[in-house]
């Protein structure tokens, strides 16, 4: 038992130097007064400067409706859908997910691995799009540079679908 | 169900419409298909209105004959049409969408139409060439016969679109974006072939739907270039309504000397 602290302790030692490269997001999804609210579809997308997706980071959909198996309404997120979301087989692992209630939810994305991978040196965006089941569609993007020269938290808000969206760049 | 009697129905309500089309653009009926989507995620069905009106997807006025609409699969198999339905104003239809990739719903006819005079009657045909020259008499006076290719088209896709094939009949389009990929505020532009040949000055004019709500209709009119291509502004999102025109003189009936080309075509554009 006491042994098996060992292991943490000396990760935790190495921590500030060997921790990886990656984003980390978070996404608030806004409380809305509405007599019948659904939560919102969202994808999260790295954009390339010509709006090309450079990856799908993440996507929450309904995935237990019965309907096309929650896929009928990917469409919505119409953005995300044209550049590239139709080309994905949903669900896809470590990047599908169920729809998220109202709060901030913090996604963590590390660069090597699935679905951040090896980002090339260059100008970006972080893409956020959310659509609700009768509600409105929104977009909020995040200008960042890659690889980060320093830590750092970029911020900007959505208005009525998201709520503040931030992206901590860790170099 | 008599499928001799509503091809003959077809042909009259469509051709109609042609002919009123190439005689007078001003005195036009359009005729359109309306899907109630293009863009899918998931298969499912999709519903279609079909009818004849001066205002593009507004049905007021006529109900077109479905008889003869082809549903083509990305794997190139035909699709059936379901609950067709015949109203006093507009004809409905379904169509089950299952496979991934692009749906071409389109409906081509070849023909005559002719007028003449039988012992001092005036008589009119219009229809297949075939009918028509076992209905002329030899003795028709003034007879005048045309040729007439018209296509009417619109499409629909499940997940990702797949490449459009042309098959070099009547009049087509090659598109510079796929016609289910098209947003507001980034133009299209169309090149518009004659029996697979690029072909400049075939008239085009688009319109933006829902033109009863507003006091400018906003058409387009262009005429197409030396490589065929016009340039089309899409401005807002909604759904487009299309018509392109153009007469030849490629006949296959010795009685006629021209032929009418028609490609209706209808579009949706989404917002960005």
Do not use: C
């Given at each position: 038992m006491r042994y098996a602290f060992i292991p943490a302790l000396i990760a935790a030692l190495f921590a500030s130097n060997s921790q990886a490269a990656g984003l980390d997001v978070k996404v608030s999804v806004p409380r809305i007064n509405a007599a019948e609210y659904h939560r919102p579809y969202v994808a999260v997308w790295v954009e390339t400067p010509n709006q090309d997706i450079?990856?799908?980071?993440?996507?929450?959909?309904?995935?237990?409706?019965?309907?096309?198996?929650?896929?009928?309404?990917?469409?919505?997120?119409?953005?995300?859908?044209?550049?590239?979301?139709?080309?994905?087989?949903?669900?896809?692992?470590?990047?599908?997910?169920?729809?998220?209630?109202?709060?901030?939810?913090?996604?963590?994305?590390?660069?090597?691995?699935?679905?951040?991978?090896?980002?090339?040196?260059?100008?970006?965006?972080?893409?956020?799009?959310a659509a609700r089941e009768k509600g409105d569609r929104e977009l909020v993007r995040i200008p960042f540079s890659w690889p980060a020269k320093k830590a750092e938290t970029l911020k900007a808000s959505g208005e009525s679908e998201l709520g503040a969206v931030s992206l901590e760049l860790k170099p | 169900m008599n499928t001799i009697k509503s091809t003959v129905k077809f042909s009259l309500s469509l051709m109609a419409a042609a002919a009123v089309l190439s005689s007078s653009l001003a005195q036009a009926h359009g005729y359109w298909l309306l899907p109630s989507s293009t863009v899918l995620s998931a298969p499912q069905f999709v519903t279609f209105d079909a009818a004849v009106s001066n205002d593009p997807f507004h049905f007021n006025h006529r109900p077109l004959a479905v008889d003869e609409v082809q549903v083509t699969a990305p794997d190139g198999s035909n699709q059936r049409l379901q609950n067709v339905s015949k109203g006093e104003l507009r004809t409905?239809?379904?169509?089950?969408?299952?496979?991934?990739?692009?749906?071409?719903?389109?409906?081509?006819?070849?023909?005559?139409?002719?007028?003449?005079?039988?012992?001092?009657?005036?008589?009119?045909?219009?229809?297949?060439?075939?009918?028509?020259?076992?209905?002329?008499?030899?003795?028709?006076?003034?007879?005048?016969?045309?040729?007439?290719?018209?296509?009417?088209?619109?499409?629909?896709?499940?997940?990702?679109?797949?490449?459009?094939?042309?098959?070099?009949?009547?009049l087509e389009i090659v598109s510079s974006v796929h016609p289910n990929d098209l947003v507001a505020g980034e133009p299209l532009t169309l090149q518009f072939l004659v029996d697979g040949k690029p072909t400049a000055g075939?008239?085009?004019?688009?319109?933006?739907?829902?033109?009863?709500?507003?006091?400018?209709?906003?058409?387009?009119?262009?005429?197409?270039?030396?490589?065929?291509?016009?340039?089309?502004?899409?401005?807002?999102?909604?759904?487009?309504?299309?018509?392109?025109?153009?007469?030849?003189?490629?006949?296959?009936?010795?009685?006629?000397?021209?032929?009418?080309?028609?490609?209706?075509?209808?579009?949706?554009?989404?917002?960005?």
């Open positions: 450079a990856t799908t980071l993440s996507v929450w959909y309904s995935k237990d409706k019965a309907e096309g198996k929650g896929t009928k309404w990917l469409k919505d997120l119409r953005q995300w859908w044209r550049k590239g979301g139709r080309d994905l087989d949903m669900p896809l692992d470590g990047v599908s997910g169920a729809t998220k209630p109202v709060g901030e939810h913090t996604l963590s994305y590390t660069e090597g691995k699935a679905p951040l991978n090896k980002l090339a040196a260059g100008e970006y965006n972080l893409v956020v799009e | 409905t239809f379904d169509v089950n969408f299952e496979q991934k990739g692009t749906y071409r719903i389109s409906n081509y006819r070849e023909g005559v139409r002719a007028s003449w005079k039988e012992d001092g009657q005036p008589k009119r045909f219009m229809g297949k060439i075939e009918e028509f020259k076992q209905r002329v008499p030899a003795n028709a006076q003034e007879l005048k016969v045309s040729e007439i290719a018209n296509r009417l088209e619109t499409f629909v896709t499940v997940g990702s679109p797949s490449p459009l094939k042309t098959n070099g009949h009547g075939v008239e085009v004019e688009v319109i933006r739907g829902q033109t009863r709500y507003r006091n400018q209709k906003g058409e387009q009119k262009l005429k197409t270039d030396a490589d065929g291509k016009v340039k089309i502004e899409l401005p807002e999102a909604g759904m487009y309504w299309l018509d392109a025109d153009f007469v030849d003189h490629k006949v296959k009936t010795k009685e006629a000397s021209e032929r009418s080309l028609a490609y209706v075509l209808t579009l949706e554009v989404l917002p960005q």
